[in-house]
């Protein structure tokens, strides 16, 4: 059969329709995400989560979502949390089958001593650093262990010992006995379970032992049923070991499995300026380089939500990247301009003034206001207009000034005219300064034959600003964003610096600004789009009724991907 333009964009595709053809699985298909619950999850997760779900979907199988925590050193109850909620918000749904590695913690124990009473594993006293100096080279074979050899009894009676907490944390080890002169280093004997004396976030204080990652992924794959497990390349060379746990478990074990997984491999998502590893990111979380794994300048799904980005977005952003069999970074860009697209038909235009300049309009009546109607969609009426006051003092840009203007400049200046978005054609008459020079105040004059839609002046200026009314807007504080770090591979460092030493100090720009009323009559997941600035959405952790924060969630062009100032 030939093979369609989505499997050529999507090769995990193509196996599964051969798989299918051929019978395999019975017909089933049966996938999983298996976050460890050591950190936020980010947006390279949301392509390997928004991947298993939609197979799963399509396919018309299952989808689990299993926490692999094997590791509670790093483990906390608040990544577990958070991992549901940020999964749920990209729209995957997992039904009844949410599963914890701990869940099978007993099972897995009675697997590991099937493999010693088998002779393939024993326990080993050997450290940490003599084990990886007894690993051999790439191009040297490894050196057997001295405890190799261990009996099948002592081994059993050791590894029950060490699951009683006898010994001390690193003074004994299980390890698989497959092949010390093996070309593939994980399989020269590779540790599967470690000692371990750590408060467990589910279990408890039950077990001093827990399975490493490479023992415990595979198993905890065949115990579900999994027909294909989709991992990222790095995991490439743990493929040969991931067989030899599975194939283990089938002839040792097989009331505990519920059939073969196949474990297939795809580039991981790495994007421009910014950072992918969890340890990284936790360092920036720990070190204080960032508020939290939340913090709107994270890639990760909490940073992006609070942010404002949409799931639709992350969505659109997944599927056009596609899935690889080779490594790449993403522009920046790209995700930028898929949130723009997401939200150029749903965000609703409001006039916000970022860095206010107070305009004084002299010949209109102190007491009168004009409420002007706007569109909320340009272009598309059933998106409905709301109400605009506008008074004799007002707000612009400051930005919309220039004292000394340059050819072709369109804006306001001395003796020129520009129109008030949606209102009237003004001119600066004065400018005002304060003791250093600094342009405080305008002075101005409206036309009132000019009034958008009903101008009868015909006067013809080129320059269109937003404006606010200084007595109606709210007050409000924005927040501007630009990439966390100024190196589009932020490990590109010199000798002795380190990743941290490329963030951007100007990733974070705090503005006091002031917007519309008619923002009063959103709900806080609103989505605004304010005129000429960009896209804006309120912060759901800080902003109140009587302390508006916006976050600017992308600009109208690439404002994420500015390099340096």
């Known amino acids: 059969m030939p093979e369609s333009n989505e499997e050529k964009s999507n090769f995990i595709l193509a196996i599964i329709n051969k798989d299918l053809d051929e019978g395999k699985n019975q017909g089933r298909?049966?996938?999983?995400?298996?976050?460890?619950?050591?950190?936020?999850?980010?947006?390279?997760?949301?392509?390997?989560?928004?991947?298993?779900?939609?197979?799963?979907?399509?396919?018309?199988g299952k989808f689990n979502l299993r926490f692999d925590d094997t590791n509670p050193i790093k483990e906390e109850q608040e990544f577990v949390?958070?991992?549901?909620?940020?999964?749920?918000?990209?729209?995957?749904?997992?039904?009844?089958?949410?599963?914890?590695?701990?869940?099978?913690?007993?099972?897995?124990?009675?697997?590991?001593?099937?493999?010693?009473?088998?002779?393939?594993?024993?326990?080993?006293?050997?450290?940490?650093?003599e084990i990886r100096a007894y690993r051999g080279t790439l191009t040297e074979p490894g050196i057997d262990s001295p405890y190799r050899n261990r009996s099948v009894e002592d081994n059993l009676d050791l590894f029950s010992r060490m699951k009683n907490g006898e010994f001390l944390d690193g003074s004994k080890v299980l390890?698989?006995?497959?092949?010390?002169?093996?070309?593939?280093?994980?399989?020269?004997?590779?540790?599967?379970?470690?000692?371990?004396?750590?408060?467990?976030?589910?279990t408890g204080d039950k077990w001093c032992i827990y399975p490493m990652y490479d023992f415990d992924h595979p198993f905890s794959d065949a115990i579900e049923g999994i027909t294909?497990?989709?991992?990222?390349?790095?995991?490439?060379?743990?493929?040969?070991?991931?067989?030899?746990?599975?194939?283990?478990?089938?002839?040792?074990?097989?009331?505990?499995?519920?059939?073969?997984?196949?474990?297939?491999e795809f580039a991981r998502l790495n994007i421009t300026n910014t950072v992918m590893s969890k340890r990284k990111l936790r360092r920036l979380v720990e070190e204080g380089f960032?508020?939290?794994?939340?913090?709107?300048?994270?890639?990760?799904?909490?940073?992006?939500?609070?942010?404002?980005?949409?799931?639709?977005?992350?969505?659109?952003?997944?599927?056009?990247?596609?899935?690889?069999?080779?490594?790449?970074?993403?522009d920046m860009a790209l995700l930028e301009h898929c949130i723009r697209e997401d939200l150029n038909t749903k965000a609703h235009r409001i006039m916000g003034v970022l860095e206010p300049l107070k305009v004084v309009i002299t010949n209109w009546?102190?007491?009168?206001?004009?409420?002007?109607?706007?569109?909320?969609?340009?272009?598309?009426?059933?998106?409905?207009?709301?109400?605009?006051?506008?008074?004799?003092?007002i707000y612009i840009e400051e930005g919309d000034f220039l004292e000394d203007p340059p050819k072709k400049y369109h804006r306001l200046s001395p003796g020129k005219e520009v129109r008030l978005k949606g209102a009237y054609i003004i001119k600066c008459e004065e400018v005002i300064k304060d003791s250093t020079g600094k342009v405080v105040e305008l002075r101005c004059t409206y036309d009132p034959n000019t009034k958008s839609g009903e101008d009868s002046s015909g006067k013809k200026v080129r320059g269109v600003i937003h404006w606010v009314s200084a007595e109606h807007g709210l007050r409000a504080t924005v927040r501007i964003y630009e990439t966390l770090f100024l190196n589009e591979n932020p490990d590109d460092t010199e000798e002795g610096q380190d990743f941290t030493d490329n963030i951007n100090p100007h990733s974070l720009e705090v503005l006091n600004c002031i917007v519309e009323p008619a923002v009063e009559k959103y709900d806080r997941q609103s989505r605004f789009q304010f005129i000429r600035k960009g896209y804006f959405y309120q912060d759901p952790k800080d902003s109140s009724k009587d302390n508006l924060v916006y976050n600017q969630i992308v600009g109208l062009r690439d404002s994420w991907g500015k390099k340096n100032k």
Not at 373 to 381: F, I, R, T, V
């Open 228 to 264: 294909h497990s989709l991992c990222s390349l790095e995991f490439t060379d743990n493929r040969p070991l991931y067989d030899w746990i599975v194939d283990n478990a089938l002839e040792l074990f097989p009331e505990a499995v519920k059939g073969r997984p196949r474990q297939y």
């Open 365 to 393: 009546p102190e007491d009168r206001v004009e409420w002007l109607e706007l569109d909320n969609l340009p272009g598309n009426e059933d998106a409905g207009r709301h109400l605009a006051p506008m008074a004799r003092e």
């Open 290 to 330: 960032v508020q939290g794994w939340d913090d709107p300048r994270m890639p990760t799904i909490a940073g992006l939500r609070r942010r404002g980005v949409t799931p639709e977005a992350v969505a659109d952003f997944c599927d056009r990247i596609g899935v690889a069999r080779s490594t790449s970074t993403v």
């Open 175 to 202: 390890r698989a006995k497959i092949d010390m002169a093996s070309g593939n280093l994980n399989m020269r004997d590779p540790v599967i379970y470690r000692v371990l004396h750590a408060h467990h976030h589910r």
């Open 81 to 129: 949390d958070s991992i549901i909620r940020d999964i749920q918000w990209l729209g995957a749904e997992w039904e009844d089958r949410l599963f914890f590695t701990s869940d099978y913690f007993d099972t897995k124990y009675e697997f590991a001593c099937r493999l010693i009473k088998a002779g393939r594993a024993y326990v080993c006293d050997l450290s940490p650093d």
């Open 29 to 60: 298909i049966h996938t999983r995400f298996p976050p460890e619950p050591s950190g936020y999850i980010h947006i390279g997760h949301a392509k390997a989560i928004l991947l298993n779900y939609s197979i799963a979907r399509d396919y018309k």
